[in-house]
């Protein structure tokens, strides 16, 4: 099962867990200064250091040119969080090399040359950063990779310099967006020197309550320490999340069960839907079901919906590029699918 249609722990509030490592080789500029040529050379390199390893844990790896692939497949890859707006940049020799079950991929030759992400279910840095560090672990053994004794790995940008790590958390936080607590969170968040991005990471806006939470401080602190202080963030802000649905649920019973049931109905019924509605909606049905107050649908198929629903992903199930309009109908079609038997 891929790991955006799968369910771990803490799912009824925290979606996904990543960790992503950025690592550059002596010898090249940073991509924003490099050749074609050179980008193409140091591509070569990476690939043969990765194909190399004799750790198959996550299955077999394809290799992806990001030249060879259409706009399209390029951005379905992107709403799957498999790579970067910035690795389907034209100009350079860029590569994705991503595991069967889409968990792990090394984007080559986005910002820094090297950029390795790790995904998983539910809240599991821990198992996101073993898989991403045994993966820089045997590229630091076998390629020259820029380190220095006092700042850590060398990256394009400063604020990545030291471990070249960010962890991040997606968390669902309804009850809090409800009672208009969220602002305030995210507030006192970016005071602590994390930074709060939407569903779709950098650049986006904030859908359907869905918060993505990581580290800014890259510098001075080691990986599980960073970890361990993103967890206990993610816990708190997890338990104020339960709180208010707890709080929601007692005193406005009949509100938030009429939101829940439209939201339903018009999921199961609607012949457009946009991708930023259905998040919305998908997200008070995800509240019903972690309050209890339907039993369907299962949370695979909420996640399997989120994972589709954007416009690449659309018009590539249906072979062909779509106007918005018919992307809209489309996108109902494929819900209505999902929510069968609710």
């Given at each position: 099962?891929?790991?955006?249609?799968?369910?771990?722990?803490?799912?009824?509030?925290?979606?996904?867990?990543?960790?992503?490592?950025?690592?550059?080789?002596?010898?090249?500029?940073?991509?924003?200064?490099?050749?074609?040529?050179a980008s193409a050379k140091l591509g070569k390199?990476?690939?043969?250091?990765?194909?190399?390893?004799?750790?198959?844990?996550?299955?077999?790896?394809?290799?992806?040119?990001?030249?060879?692939?259409?706009?399209?497949?390029?951005?379905?890859?992107?709403?799957?969080?498999?790579?970067?707006?910035?690795?389907?940049?034209?100009?350079?020799?860029?590569?994705?090399?991503?595991?069967?079950?889409?968990?792990?991929?090394?984007?080559?030759?986005?910002?820094?040359?090297?950029?390795?992400?790790?995904?998983?279910?539910?809240?599991?840095?821990?198992?996101?950063?073993?898989?991403?560090?045994?993966?820089?672990?045997?590229?630091?053994?076998?390629?020259?990779?820029?380190?220095?004794?006092?700042?850590?790995?060398?990256?394009?940008?400063?604020?990545?310099?030291?471990?070249?790590?960010?962890?991040?958390?997606?968390?669902?936080?309804?009850?809090?967006?409800?009672?208009?607590?969220?602002?305030?969170?995210?507030?006192?968040?970016?005071?602590?020197?994390?930074?709060?991005?939407?569903?779709?990471?950098?650049?986006?806006?904030?859908?359907?309550?869905?918060?993505?939470?990581?580290?800014?401080?890259?510098?001075?602190?080691?990986?599980?320490?960073?970890?361990?202080?993103?967890?206990?963030?993610?816990?708190?802000?997890?338990?104020?999340?339960?709180?208010?649905?707890?709080?929601?649920?007692?005193?406005?019973?009949?509100?938030?069960?009429?939101?829940?049931?439209?939201?339903?109905?018009?999921?199961?019924?609607?012949?457009?839907?946009?991708?930023?509605?259905?998040?919305?909606?998908i997200s008070e049905v995800r509240l019903g079901?972690?309050?209890?107050?339907?039993?369907?649908?299962?949370?695979?198929?909420?996640?399997?919906?989120?994972?589709?629903?954007?416009?690449?992903?659309?018009?590539?199930?249906?072979?062909?590029?779509?106007?918005?309009?018919?992307?809209?109908?489309?996108?109902?079609?494929?819900?209505?699918?999902?929510?069968?038997?609710?």
């Amino acid at each position: 099962m891929k790991w955006y249609i799968d369910k771990g722990p803490e799912s009824d509030v925290i979606l996904s867990s990543r960790i992503r490592l950025a690592r550059n080789l002596q010898g090249y500029p940073f991509p924003n200064r490099m050749t074609r040529e050179a980008s193409a050379k140091l591509g070569k390199e990476v690939l043969n250091s990765l194909k190399q390893r004799t750790d198959h844990s996550k299955g077999k790896f394809r290799t992806l040119e990001m030249s060879e692939l259409g706009s399209e497949d390029k951005l379905a890859l992107v709403e799957r969080h498999l790579i970067s707006e910035e690795l389907t940049d034209p100009g350079l020799v860029r590569y994705a090399y991503i595991s069967d079950d889409e968990s792990v991929s090394v984007m080559i030759n986005e910002e820094d040359h090297i950029r390795i992400q790790a995904m998983e279910a539910g809240l599991k840095l821990e198992e996101a950063y073993k898989a991403a560090s045994d993966i820089a672990i045997h590229l630091e053994k076998t390629l020259q990779v820029g380190y220095s004794e006092k700042y850590g790995f060398t990256t394009a940008c400063p604020s990545n310099t030291g471990t070249g790590m960010r962890a991040s958390v997606i968390m669902h936080l309804p009850a809090l967006t409800m009672t208009e607590k969220a602002g305030t969170v995210v507030e006192k968040i970016r005071k602590m020197g994390y930074s709060v991005r939407g569903y779709y990471g950098e650049h986006s806006s904030v859908q359907g309550s869905m918060f993505q939470i990581s580290n800014q401080i890259t510098l001075g602190l080691g990986e599980e320490e960073l970890i361990v202080d993103l967890k206990k963030l993610i816990s708190h802000i997890a338990e104020q999340e339960r709180t208010a649905r707890k709080q929601l649920s007692s005193k406005s019973p009949d509100l938030i069960e009429d939101r829940i049931f439209r939201a339903i109905g018009v999921l199961k019924y609607a012949r457009k839907l946009s991708s930023e509605e259905t998040l919305q909606l998908i997200s008070e049905v995800r509240l019903g079901k972690a309050l209890g107050i339907i039993d369907k649908p299962d949370e695979v198929n909420f996640n399997r919906i989120m994972s589709s629903i954007g416009p690449a992903n659309i018009q590539k199930s249906e072979g062909r590029i779509m106007e918005p309009p018919e992307r809209d109908k489309a996108r109902a079609l494929l819900v209505q699918r999902e929510m069968e038997g609710v």
